[in-house]
């Protein structure tokens, strides 16, 4: 059993960075990729960027690459993401995922979700 807490979100104007952060629970973080999800009102959940276990592999959407940048702290159990240069649409609610071995672009594929935290960006 996983257990995930985001926390850093919050309000802020575009062009400004924000650091989100998530800790997780367990003994075998290490063998996680983390995931970073968000859903806009009325939109799908949709995939941020993730960061596997093993290798610390990325990947990230299209519409964040270069803005966005995950790094994970195994020791910590944390997982951040850097999101720099915001935009009004990147609001939305920010998950963290986790799920074993490579990361995945699905969220069908996560096994365990976090709280979730809101991120708005004014124009």
């Known amino acids: 059993q996983v257990q995930l807490v985001e926390s850093g979100g919050g309000l802020v104007q575009a062009g400004d960075s924000l650091r989100l952060s998530c800790v997780a629970s367990?003994?075998?973080?290490?063998?996680?990729?983390l995931g970073w999800f968000r859903q806009a009102p009325g939109k799908e959940r949709a995939f941020v960027g993730a960061?596997?276990?093993?290798?610390?592999?990325?990947g990230y959407a299209d519409s964040v690459k270069g803005r966005f940048t995950i790094h994970r702290d195994n020791a910590r159990n944390a997982v951040v993401l850097q999101m720099n240069s915001l935009k009004p649409e990147d609001t939305a609610v920010y998950y963290c995922?986790?799920?074993?071995?490579?990361?995945?672009?699905?969220?069908?594929?996560?096994?365990?979700w976090g709280q979730g935290t809101q991120v708005t960006v004014s124009s």
């Open positions: 995922a986790a799920v074993r071995g490579y990361y995945s672009t699905d969220a069908r594929d996560y096994t365990y």
């Open positions: 367990g003994r075998t973080f290490s063998s996680y990729a």
């Open positions: 960061i596997s276990g093993s290798n610390s592999g990325t």
